[in-house]
């Protein structure tokens, strides 16, 4: 019997499941204000279902920040949190959750995706790589969040900057167009 997915919007019932079962809950009141990001508009978040098994995996996209090198807004989104279950990862599951968040942005006129990945992280380095992202600068990784009991957590994660031109992916999409 072969699994199919859905990927589809965030919902306030779904924030628990983000925990994926205690593992995350230390970001309980992030993912809370993250959700209430994308309720503005500023924020999106995507979440892969698989149907009698629940939420498998998850990308949020920030499209404006303060910082243009991440999210402007018009034309470069800023991915972050992508994640997909061990059990579930060299799967197809983490590209499928990848392309569908790069092609929602290519159909509003988006130019680029960025992201930060760990420097520790080689499987998620090279999976970006081979997903046409290019390293372009460094991030020291420092960035904070306040844990469930209420606790200011400083988290130390040097990172690689990462950008996609997704108008080569405009491109080929609308090539394809004109084989059919």
């Known amino acids: ?13 779904d924030l628990m499941a983000l925990e994926w079962n205690g593992e995350y809950s230390r970001y309980r009141n992030m993912y809370r204000e ?31 920040s ?11 989104a800023y991915l972050f949190s992508f994640r997909v279950k061990n059990q579930f990862q060299n799967q197809g599951w983490g590209t499928q959750l990848l392309d569908n968040t790069e ?7 988006f130019l680029y995706t960025t992201l930060n990945v760990s420097k520790d992280n080689q499987n998620a380095l090279r999976f970006y790589l081979n997903r046409g992202y290019k390293i372009v600068g460094e991030e020291k990784g420092v960035w904070s969040y306040v ?3 209420g606790n200011n957590q400083i988290v130390n994660d040097p990172s690689w900057r990462m950008e996609k031109m997704l108008f ?13």
């Open 66 to 76: 303060g910082n243009k090198k991440f999210a402007d807004g018009k034309q470069r």
């Open 1 to 13: 019997m072969e699994k199919t997915g859905i990927i589809r919007f965030v919902e306030e019932s």
């Open 103 to 109: 092609y929602y942005f290519t159909k509003r006129g």
């Open 147 to 149: 844990d469930p009991e």
């Open 168 to 180: 080569m992916q405009k491109m080929t999409l609308a090539n394809e167009d004109k084989l059919c």
């Open 34 to 64: 993250i959700y209430c990001q994308s309720l503005t508009g500023n924020t999106l978040l995507w979440v892969l279902e698989i149907d009698k098994i629940g939420i498998i995996g998850q990308i949020f996209a920030q499209i404006n």
